[in-house]
């Protein structure tokens, strides 16, 4: 008599594949078909266990198949965008700037000369054979040396910052900036909080610019530090061993007759005298410069450098 069996309900949702239990019994020896057969032969119980499971899916198949079948998917319902489409394409990377090294370049080698005193010499013996056919005079003239060596060191520099420095930004960043803590203290001096709210949303917009020109002198420092490091080691070995070897350390200044370079006041003479001569001379070359940019922005502009009667009217 065959006994049928009658699958129960199933809920609804996608149907896990029932696995087969091999029954062991102790009484019932068990036979390995796969021995004694070669690679790619049919096997009578991988067969027989295809057509049971073929058969039992058969049995079960029925209208709640046909209807689960026709429930559409969860990637038929929500089609996933396209990749290429979703993600923005990449923007390729800036290659490293070859003055960013240099300046990084420039900036250790004075941070190894100020901590090795040999390779300063050795810096300043290869810049000897340049500066002392020029402005050396071989010795005789100490003072204008001295002046000619600060005159080349600002104006190196003043042109080395005036690259690396926006001034038409820098001044409208200033202005920006004035006008904002004008406007602060006079909140806080109210006690507007509402006002004070909205000056620091408002000072996001020029926080860019402000880091910015906070940042530029660092930018040209590394080319400045190394050319002082090199100049001033120069100017050393110049006071100590060319004048010294000439006896010509001593030098007439407007408020002495009689000055030795290598007397310390604070700094030595020498150094002090290169101060007074170099800094004014660098701030001159610096408003030079600046002047310069500012003109050829305003012809850029079409904007007239001077005003005209009818302005000025």
């Known amino acids: ?48 266990s295809t057509e049971d499971d073929s058969g039992s899916d058969e049995e079960g198949s029925g209208p709640e198949e046909e209807s689960e079948s026709e429930e559409p998917t969860e990637s038929e319902e929500f089609p996933k965008p396209q990749e290429a489409e979703a993600s923005p394409p990449a923007t390729p990377r800036a290659p490293p700037s070859f003055s960013r090294f240099i300046m990084i370049f ?3 080698l004075a941070i190894y000369a100020i901590i090795s ?3 300063g010499v050795g810096f300043a013996s290869i810049a000897n054979l340049a500066l002392f056919p020029i402005i050396g005079f071989g010795g005789a003239l100490p003072t204008v040396t001295i002046l000619l060596a600060g005159i080349l060191t600002t104006t190196i520099s003043s042109v080395i910052r005036d690259h690396y420095t926006n001034w038409v930004k820098m001044a409208r960043t200033q202005k920006v900036m004035g006008a904002w803590r004008k406007e602060q203290m006079e909140a806080m001096r109210k006690g507007q909080t509402t006002r004070l709210a909205k000056l620091k949303e408002a000072q996001q917009g020029f926080m860019k610019d402000t880091m910015e020109m906070q940042t ?3 930018k040209s420092m590394a080319w400045t530090l190394f050319l002082f490091i090199v100049i001033f080691t120069w100017l050393r070995l110049f006071v100590d061993v060319v004048l010294n070897n000439l006896g010509n350390q001593w030098i007439a200044v407007p408020w002495s007759n009689h000055v030795y370079l290598n007397s310390v006041y604070v700094l030595p003479s020498w150094v002090l005298l290169y101060s007074l001569l170099a800094i004014p001379f660098g701030q001159i070359i610096t408003r030079v410069l600046k002047y310069v940019r500012f003109r050829r922005r305003l012809e850029k502009m079409g904007v007239p450098p001077w005003p005209g009667p009818a302005d000025a009217a």
Request: overall charge positive; glycine content about 8%.
């Open 1 to 48: 008599m065959k006994i049928s069996r009658r699958r129960s309900k199933r809920p609804s949702g996608p149907r896990p594949r029932p696995r087969k239990a091999t029954e062991f019994s102790p009484g019932r020896a068990l036979a390995n078909p796969y021995i004694n057969r070669s690679i790619g032969d049919s096997v009578s119980g991988d067969s027989d």
């Open 106 to 108: 420039l900036g250790l």
């Open 117 to 119: 005193p040999d390779v």
């Open 216 to 218: 530029t002198p660092i």
